[in-house]
C-alpha cells in the first residue's frame, strides 16, 4: 500500500493542491520514517506476547488511518501528519510478525517458505494499483484511501486469525508442541548482542542502501513513466509488471538461499535494479526495466529476513529484525524524498537514478564481508 500505490496519487493531489512532488514524496517517507521508528517496539511485543495478539487490533487502527488520509484539507502539514499517524500504526502491518512466525517453523527450506508467504506482496502489488487506479479514474484520489483503509481490514484481519501460528507453539524443529514443557527455547542472541557485531551493521547499511534505490524508483514509477506521455491506465498496468517480478523474485530467491550462500545471492539480486533503473529512465525495453527492479523489490526483505535469522537466530528475532527493518525503512524515505526533490529542483530524475546505482554497487560490496553463517541450516529439519 504504502509503495506501490502512493504513485498514483502524485499527479492528482498535487493538480488539485498546487503541490510538488517534493511536498507529496515528504508525506510518504514520513508515513515510511514514523513506521521505521515503531518497528523495534512492535518486533519486541511479538517476541514477548505473540503475533496475533500484536496485530490484530492494530491492523484494524492503521486501516482507519489509512482512510483518514481521504480527510485530507489544502494544508501540506495536515497531510504529512495524517501520513505519519498512518506510519506509526503501520509497522504491525510489515513482514515482520509474518518472517518471524515462518522462522521458527522452518530451517533446511526457510528461505523458501519465507519466500512463498511473503510472495503475497507481489499478488498485493500487481492487483491493488489496479483497483486503485481505478476509484480514482472514476471517484477521485480520495476514494482511493478510503478503499484501501477498508481493504486492508477486510482481508488481513481474517488472514492473520487464520493461518498466524506462534512461534512459541511450536519445537526448534517445527512441529506442534504437546506442551509448553515440550517446547525448545529457540537459539539466537539478544538485540544488544546482535547490535553489537559487525554482521549486523554490514546488513543494516546494506539494507539502507538498497531500499533508498529500489523502494525510491518504484515509489515515482507512475509519474516517470506518465511524464514520457504513456497513458495513465497503461502505466497503472505496467505497474502489474513489478508486482508479478516480485512474486516471482520472491519465490526464486527463497529457493536460491537454501541451496547457495545467500549473501551471494543477494548481490546478484542487487545488480539487477541497475539495470533496471538505466532501462527506464532511456526509456527503451521499459517491461524488461520493470521486470529488473520488481526481482530486486522481491529479494529486499527476504534478505533482510533470511540473513538476520541465519547471523543472530531466533531468540530475539522480532526485535533484531525490527531494527534493521526500520533502517530499511529510513533509507525507503530518503530514496522517495530524493527523487522527488531532484526533479522539483533540476527539473528531471536523472541525478537521483546516478546516485542510486552508486548505492546499489556499494550494496552488492557490503554482502562480501558478512562471512560464514553462525546459525547455519540444520540439513534433516525441514
Not at 134 to 156: H, P
Not at 325 to 334: D, T
Amino acid at each position: 500500500m504504502g509503495t506501490y500505490t502512493f504513485t498514483l496519487f502524485i499527479k492528482p493531489i498535487g493538480a488539485e493542491f498546487g503541490w510538488g512532488r517534493g511536498t507529496l514524496s515528504a508525506a510518504n517517507s514520513s508515513y515510511i520514517i514514523c513506521m521505521a521508528l515503531t518497528l523495534p517496539f512492535v518486533g519486541a511485543l511479538m517476541d514477548r506476547y505473540g503475533v496475533r495478539r500484536v496485530m490484530v487490533p492494530a491492523i484494524v487502527l492503521f486501516g482507519i488511518s489509512v482512510a483518514a488520509i481521504a480527510l485530507t484539507p489544502a494544508m501540506p502539514a495536515a497531510f504529512i501528519a495524517l501520513f505519519a499517524l498512518a506510519g506509526i500504526l503501520g509497522g504491525v502491518q510489515t513482514p515482520i510478525g509474518y518472517v518471524k512466525s515462518i522462522s521458527a517453523w522452518f530451517d533446511a527450506k526457510r528461505g523458501l517458505a519465507m519466500g512463498i508467504a511473503i510472495s503475497g506482496i507481489g499478488v498485493g502489488a500487481a492487483l491493488l494499483p489496479q483497483f486503485v487506479e481505478w476509484l480514482i479514474r472514476s471517484y477521485g484520489w480520495r476514494s482511493g484511501f478510503m478503499g484501501m483503509g477498508v481493504l486492508v481490514i477486510i482481508i488481513a484481519v481474517p488472514s492473520v486469525l487464520a493461518f498466524i501460528r506462534e512461534p512459541f507453539e511450536t519445537t526448534q524443529v517445527g512441529t506442534q508442541a504437546a506442551n509448553a514443557d515440550d517446547v525448545t527455547p529457540l537459539p539466537g542472541i539478544s538485540a544488544r548482542e546482535a547490535r553489537s557485531m559487525s554482521q549486523f551493521w554490514v546488513l543494516a547499511v546494506a539494507s539502507f542502501l538498497v531500499g533508498m534505490s529500489v523502494q525510491g524508483v518504484v515509489v515515482h514509477i507512475f509519474p516517470l513513466l506518465t511524464d514520457g506521455g504513456m497513458a495513465p491506465p497503461v502505466a497503472a498496468k505496467m505497474l502489474a509488471i513489478i508486482g508479478i517480478a516480485t512474486l516471482l523474485g520472491r519465490l526464486l530467491y527463497g529457493f536460491l538461499v537454501d541451496h547457495f550462500f545467500a549473501p551471494y545471492v543477494s548481490i546478484l539480486f542487487f545488480l539487477l535494479p541497475i539495470i533496471g533503473i538505466y532501462l527506464l529512465y532511456s526509456g527503451s525495453f521499459i517491461q524488461l526495466g520493470l521486470i529488473a527492479l520488481g526481482l530486486a523489490v522481491g529479494a529486499e526483505l527476504d534478505m533482510i529476513g533470511y540473513l538476520g535469522s541465519r547471523y543472530f537466530g531466533l531468540k530475539s528475532f522480532g526485535q533484531i529484525y525490527g531494527w534493521i527493518f526500520s533502517l530499511f525503512s529510513i533509507g525507503c524515505a530518503v530514496g522517495i524524498y530524493v527523487m522527488g526533490l531532484s526533479f522539483d529542483v533540476l527539473g528531471s530524475y536523472a541525478p537521483a537514478l546516478l546516485l542510486f546505482g552508486i548505492a546499489l554497487i556499494v550494496s552488492c560490496l557490503a554482502m562480501l564481508l558478512l562471512g560464514a553463517y553462525v546459525y547455519p541450516p540444520l540439513r534433516k529439519n525441514r
